[in-house]
């Protein structure tokens, strides 16, 4: 067990304000006015918070994106990638024994690709220096939820490290109380229909690729994801095209994407 250092009465009253403002959360909105104030800019200057949960080692990833900025949302044009750049801070996240870690985006910049619209997500995040992430193991649900602050300035290591410690747990919360957006009821649904047989007869694996082939993910990606070989991953591809009765990727995930919206 790992303590830290106490906190001051008047940084103590503080944290208490912010927790007992969060328990009110219901809607994005009120979670982004939350984020903004002045008391958590404070302890936490940040311009994004990106949130991701679920299976980070098989790549079944959800995700939320809290931000004023324009082309920063949950599911605007450029955030296929999101899943991808999630799994990455998670495995940083771990590196730094689960402890809140602080990194400098222009090391995870490449992920975004080469093309990047005016306001679009890619932009958006094109802008952000520094980065501060830390999570949580949700052993009911078992999964694990990961917290990314970005910013375009540099994040101090203190108070933001003692601060998402403390706000942590009711940043969470929040989000739990959120009503999940239409993308994600539809990304929930097919979550639980992967974890057999799909409708389309694919395997919870095949089920997992083909998610991420959807996203434009190759062969090597998808296996370092997944962390198989692209051999591996060829060879699970030319299983998927006979199942699905298809010749090319692009017919798959067509005919896949017609059965998981109509059944």
Not at 50 to 75: C, K, M, T
Not at 100 to 125: H, I, K, N, V
Not at 168 to 187: G, I
Request: hydrophobic content about 40%; charged content about 20%; some cysteine.
């Amino acid at each position: 067990m790992k303590f830290h250092t106490p906190l001051s009465g008047e940084d103590s009253a503080c944290y208490a304000a912010l927790v007992e403002q969060s328990t009110s959360i219901t809607r994005h909105a009120e979670l982004l006015e939350w984020l903004q104030q002045g008391d958590v800019q404070r302890c936490l200057p940040h311009d994004i918070l990106l949130a991701g949960w679920g299976n980070f080692r098989e790549g079944a990833i959800q995700h939320d994106v809290v931000s004023r900025l324009p082309g920063a949302r949950s599911y605007a044009e450029g955030t296929d990638s999101l899943p991808f750049l999630l799994g990455k801070f998670y495995d940083c996240w771990l590196a730094a024994d689960r402890q809140p870690c602080r990194l400098d985006f222009s090391e995870f910049e490449y992920l975004l690709g080469q093309a990047s619209l005016p306001g679009s997500f890619s932009s958006s995040l094109r802008g952000m220096r520094s980065v501060l992430v830390h999570g949580l193991n949700d052993t009911r649900a078992q999964q694990e939820c990961v917290y990314v602050l970005m910013c375009a300035s540099e994040i101090p290591l203190e108070p933001a490290r003692t601060a998402i410690r403390m706000l942590m747990h009711s940043m969470d919360a929040a989000l739990r109380q959120v009503a999940p957006l239409p993308q994600q009821r539809r990304q929930a649904a097919f979550a639980v229909r992967g974890s057999a047989e799909d409708a389309s007869g694919l395997s919870e694996r095949e089920a997992q690729i083909m998610a991420w082939v959807a996203m434009g993910k190759t062969n090597s990606e998808i296996g370092a994801i997944l962390s198989i070989s692209g051999f591996t991953v060829k060879n699970h591809m030319q299983r998927i095209f006979q199942k699905l009765n298809v010749f090319n990727r692009a017919q798959a995930v067509s005919k896949v994407t017609r059965v998981s919206i109509y059944g």
